[in-house]
Structure formats: structure tokens, C-alpha cells
Nanobody
């Protein structure tokens, strides 16, 4: 598995967490990458993405609260999550694809995920 997430955990509503994705073994780490999340019984949903020019996009439900970033020197993709609410409880996945831009991307590379639990 070329992508490895970390940083999940349990937090109270209003709190913050920072997720990290180790992409050091991932060839296309400077191209389009993204964070997804999945709630049991539901499909994965896109949370945020970042393209080759470090342009970012966010799902409406996280705008203003989450920030995706990439540290190329450390081969790490991050997701800073602030003002967490119970509805953010999910398993979060790092994903990638070997294209420069993320629009319409069919992500092919996935980590195993990290669990985030937010209590209200």
C-alpha cells in the first residue's frame, strides 16, 4: 500500500485533528491527491483535493473548517480539521491518481484509512 494515513482519534465537538498521509512510497505524490471519508453503510465521499499546482477544492460540508496541504519535502499530504462536529465521524482515506488535475478524477491509489470519531 503506497499511502499510509495517521493522526485519527477521538475528539469532542469543536475540537481539531490533523491527519497525515505518508506518500514517500507513492510515485505520483506531486500530482492530484485527495482526502475521502466513509461512514459505515455509505459510499466514500470526497472531502478535499489538491492538484499539481497546489490548487485546492473542498466539499461544501467542510469549507472553512478543513484545510488540505502538501509538504513536498516530506512527501506528506495533510488534512487540518477544525471545528469538528459529530457528523465528521468517519474513516478518512488518502487517495491519489496519476493525473495533474483532479476534476473528474477516478482515484486509483488508496491508503487503509484512519478513524476519526467526534463526540457531541
Amino acid at each position: 500500500v503506497p499511502l499510509a494515513e495517521s493522526g485519527g482519534g477521538s475528539v469532542e465537538a469543536g475540537g481539531s485533528l490533523r491527519l497525515s498521509c505518508d506518500a514517500s512510497k507513492y510515485t505520483y505524490r506531486n500530482l492530484c491527491m485527495a482526502w475521502f471519508r466513509q461512514i459505515p453503510g455509505k459510499g466514500r465521499e470526497l472531502v478535499a483535493s489538491i492538484d499539481i499546482g497546489d490548487r485546492t477544492t473542498y466539499a461544501d460540508f467542510v469549507k472553512g473548517r478543513f484545510t488540505i496541504s502538501r509538504d513536498k519535502s516530506k512527501a506528506t499530504l495533510s488534512l487540518q480539521m477544525n471545528s469538528l462536529v459529530a457528523e465528521d465521524t468517519a474513516r478518512y482515506y488518502c487517495a491519489g491518481i496519476n493525473t495533474k488535475f483532479c476534476s473528474g478524477a477516478d482515484f486509483r491509489y488508496w491508503g487503509l484509512g484512519t478513524q476519526v470519531s467526534v463526540s457531541s
